[in-house]
């Protein structure tokens, strides 16, 4: 596992761009996981501006993001498909049909859940996931509990994930109660993954995830059973790791 502690968001982000610009570089069909939420939308931005600049291109790109809001619309100014769409692919020069998120309008869930596992199969899985991380170590939307859910599938989201995300809504009430996601088992097939983290408040989640238990109530500590797992964090998301050696 490499670990990067940034001074702040920015250099952060910078950092965590170069790992999936040298990514696309070096395999230029390669298939990204993409993550949503604010942790990588600095890591966005930065891809934008090396594209803009003629140093990167999506042209041969396939992406699978990690979940979606069921009931939102494609649409919808807060579903995930939009978030990419203004955020990445509006602005690079990726195929439209090479990009894939689950709808959020599935009329069964569970069919459209196999279906897009089927998509990141057929697709070879991911060569590189880009994962953020919630307060309470959920990945994708994989949230704590009793096991690790192996395949995409429709998960019930806890009140500290909705009360995290209730600043993107008009109020909590807003907030969608359930998402569907890639499993744990699907992450952890991408050959690489990538984990993004800033603030004070993922320091007690990233340590929990990276020096405790392997434990299904905090899903992201399945990552240090992955092979290739790059950490890039800011100095207080990483405050209780540097801790660890001092």
Avoid at 69 to 80: E, F, I, K, N, T
Avoid at 215 to 234: F, K, M, N, R, Y
Wanted: hydrophobic share 40%; aromatic share 8%; glycine share 6%.
């Amino acid at each position: 596992m490499r670990i990067y502690q940034e001074k702040d968001y920015n250099a952060m982000s910078r950092r965590a761009a170069a790992v999936i610009a040298a990514q696309v570089v070096s395999k230029p069909d390669c298939v990204l996981g993409l993550a949503t939420g604010s942790s990588p939308v600095g890591t966005y931005k930065q891809l934008i501006q090396w594209h803009e600049q003629g140093d990167l291109s999506f042209a041969e790109v396939c992406s699978v993001n990690l979940d979606e809001y069921y009931g939102l619309a494609p649409d919808h100014d807060q579903s995930y498909r939009y978030f990419m769409q203004t955020n990445l692919f509006d602005h690079v020069d990726i195929v439209p049909e090479n990009t894939n998120v689950p709808s959020g309008l599935a009329k069964d869930p569970a069919e459209e859940c196999a279906r897009y596992e089927q998509v990141v199969r057929e697709l070879g899985y991911a060569d590189l996931q880009l994962l953020g991380m919630g307060r309470n170590g959920h990945i994708g939307f994989n949230e704590p509990c009793d096991c690790f859910p192996l395949a995409t599938h429709l998960v019930d989201l806890t009140e500290s994930t909705i009360e995290a995300n209730a600043r993107f809504f008009a109020s909590a009430n807003d907030v969608p109660r359930q998402a569907l996601t890639m499993g744990i088992g699907t992450i952890m097939k991408a050959r690489k993954i990538l984990v993004v983290v800033s603030g004070e408040d993922k320091a007690e989640a990233v340590w929990k995830a990276f020096r405790g238990p392997i434990v299904p109530e905090v899903p992201a500590s399945i990552l240090q059973l992955h092979p290739d797992v790059t950490l890039v964090g800011d100095v207080s998301a990483l405050s209780r790791l540097t801790e660890d050696h001092e």
